[in-house]
Each structure stands twice: as C-alpha cells, then as structure tokens.
C-alpha cells in the first residue's frame, strides 16, 4: 500500500516536472531521486511515462537542439557536450545533430555569430579582435578549422608591414644593392 501511495507521488512530480518543458529520461530519474523516491517507485514512473509517450529521448534531443540553435546558435560540439550533459545515448546524439546539422549550415551560424560580436566590438588592435573572436566561436562550439575560415574572412590579417613598415634606403644604400647585383 505504501509503495502504491510512492508510486503515485513519483508519478504526480514527474510529471509536474515535465509542464515547463520536454525533459529527457536520465533528467527525470535524477530528479525523482532528488526527490527522495526509492528504485522501484522510480522504475515504475518511467515506465509510466514513457509507455503514454510523456518522454521520448529523441524528441526531446530533436527539440532541445533546434531550440539552442535556433536561439543560441551553438556549433555542433557545443550542442553534442549538452545534449551528453542531458544523459542521453550516443546514437541518439549522433543521429540529433546530423539531422540537424544538414537542417541548419553550420557555416552560416559561425558567420552570423562572428559578425554580431564584431559589431559590439570595440577594440582597435586587429589581432586581439582576432583572438577574442577565435576563442568566443570557440566556445560556441565551432569546429577549429570553421572558426580559422570566418576570422580570416572577417579580419583582415596583420602583415608585418603593417605594423613595422621597413625604412626606405638612402640613396647611397640603393646604389650599393644594384651594384653588389651587377657583380654577381
């Protein structure tokens, strides 16, 4: 009896859980045991939710990584780190960000991302811009090589030229190159 009365109270927060949003399976277990209901009571409410289809890990992957793109533009390893924080399985990671990966370009969202920081950017020194937009992509998740194409396209590299322009040589110096070449 008293499992029973469990059993209903894990079913009724689980599901109070699910109302703000889709939650994935390994979410629900740590909070019904944050909740201090036993294995067995737990057990039973996830197979209660998932048999009336109140929790589907590839839906809720499907619908977590749309919503991070969607509103954080996140490349593929940072949403593959979150969506492995979520507890869900390789395969339905891997599956999640090829469908979506071949839904959203993730080229553009790196370009997008970059061009909206150097808008709020304010620094002059073109190779700091380069390094905090490098790092900032970085930790959006962009493949390394991603993040090299959109900086080199976005900011201009800085040629040793530009920052030591060489003296101009003196008459005298430009005389004794051309003559050391007519020698040789």
Same mark, same amino acid.
């Not at 490349?75 to 839904?103: C, H, M, P, V």
């Given at each position: 009896?008293?499992?029973?009365?469990?059993?209903?109270?894990?079913?009724?927060?689980?599901?109070?859980?699910?109302?703000?949003?889709?939650?994935?399976?390994?979410?629900?277990?740590?909070?019904?045991?944050?909740? =201090? %209901?036993?294995?067995?009571?737990?057990?039973?409410?996830?197979? %209660? *939710? #998932?048999?009336?289809?109140?929790?589907? $890990?590839?839906?809720?992957?499907?619908? %977590? =990584?749309?919503?991070?793109?969607?509103?954080?533009?996140?490349?593929?390893? @940072?949403? #593959?780190? &979150?969506?492995?924080?979520? =507890? +869900?399985?390789?395969?339905?990671? &891997?599956?999640?960000?090829?469908?979506?990966?071949?839904?959203?370009? &993730?080229?553009? +969202?790196?370009?997008?991302?970059?061009?909206?920081?150097?808008?709020?950017?304010?620094?002059?020194?073109?190779?700091?811009?380069?390094?905090?937009?490098?790092? %900032? *992509? $970085? @930790?959006? =998740?962009?493949?390394?090589?991603?993040?090299?194409?959109?900086?080199?396209?976005?900011?201009?590299?800085?040629?040793?030229?530009?920052?030591?322009?060489?003296?101009?040589?003196?008459?005298?110096?430009?005389?004794?190159?051309?003559?050391?070449?007519?020698?040789?």
């Amino acid at each position: 009896m008293l499992d029973k009365e469990e059993s209903k109270k894990a079913r009724k927060s689980a599901i109070r859980y699910l109302v703000y949003r889709d939650r994935s399976r390994n979410e629900i277990v740590r909070h019904l045991k944050e909740k =201090g %209901f036993s294995e067995n009571s737990t057990d039973e409410t996830i197979a %209660f *939710l #998932e048999d009336n289809d109140y929790i589907n $890990d590839p839906r809720f992957a499907m619908q %977590f =990584g749309r919503s991070r793109i969607n509103n954080k533009k996140l490349g593929r390893l @940072r949403l #593959e780190r &979150e969506l492995r924080d979520k =507890g +869900l399985e390789a395969s339905i990671i &891997e599956q999640t960000l090829n469908t979506l990966y071949e839904e959203y370009d &993730e080229s553009k +969202l790196a370009m997008a991302c970059a061009k909206k920081k150097l808008e709020s950017s304010s620094s002059s020194d073109i190779e700091k811009q380069r390094g905090r937009l490098a790092r %900032f *992509l $970085d @930790r959006k =998740g962009f493949h390394t090589s991603l993040v090299y194409q959109v900086v080199t396209q976005l900011v201009p590299h800085v040629t040793s030229n530009d920052v030591d322009p060489s003296p101009q040589l003196t008459k005298n110096q430009q005389h004794k190159t051309m003559t050391s070449c007519d020698q040789d």
